[in-house]
């Protein structure tokens, strides 16, 4: 997997199949989890200290009085468009964790979850190695679309 690359978990398709989540209503956050335990397409019901079997929330990087606060930074404005046949997903690119003295330093991976009571993940993104804030920003810039549902 390359860096910066949104890879969606498996389960994630199952979450919609059984409508567990909304894209357009739902509440979904984006969080910095470390190399611990990394997470994969596979992972077994992937979520965020809610109902589920991994609990990603296990390894998240350590809030600070620094730019990380615990549960990661709200996503905002999400829409889920029909374009060509896909379901395109996308949300406001979510804020810079700017350099801090006090900030995580083993930010490994980005975590995507739905705030709603399952707190189920939607997708993990790659983050090049482990990301040590107190040397720099952390941007996390998504594309247009954030992620897509290929009808083919």
């Given at each position: 997997?390359a860096?910066?690359?949104?890879t ?9 199949g059984e409508a567990?989540?909304?894209?357009e ?6 969080a910095?989890?470390?190399s ?10 992937p979520?965020?200290?809610?109902t ?10 350590s809030p600070t ?10 996503l905002?404005?999400?829409?889920c468009?029909?374009v060509?046949g ?5 949300f406001?690119d979510?804020?810079?964790?700017t ?8 930010a ?5 979850y ?13 983050l090049?190695g ?10 996390i ?12």
């Amino acid at each position: 997997m390359a860096q910066g690359t949104v890879t969606s978990f498996d389960q994630w398709m199952v979450d919609l199949g059984e409508a567990l989540m909304d894209h357009e209503t739902g509440v979904f956050y984006i969080a910095l989890v470390n190399s611990t335990s990394p997470p994969v397409v596979g992972t077994a019901i992937p979520h965020w200290n809610g109902t589920g079997t991994t609990n990603l929330q296990a390894n998240e990087v350590s809030p600070t009085t620094g730019s990380y606060t615990a549960n990661g930074h709200l996503l905002v404005n999400p829409t889920c468009t029909l374009v060509g046949g896909n379901a395109e997903i996308d949300f406001d690119d979510p804020s810079v964790y700017t350099q801090n003295a006090a900030s995580p330093t083993n930010a490994f991976y980005a975590v995507i979850y739905n705030n709603a009571a399952t707190k189920h993940c939607v997708a993990f993104i790659e983050l090049g190695g482990t990301f040590d804030m107190t040397t720099g920003d952390l941007t996390i810039t998504f594309g247009a679309p954030f992620m897509y549902l290929d009808n083919t």
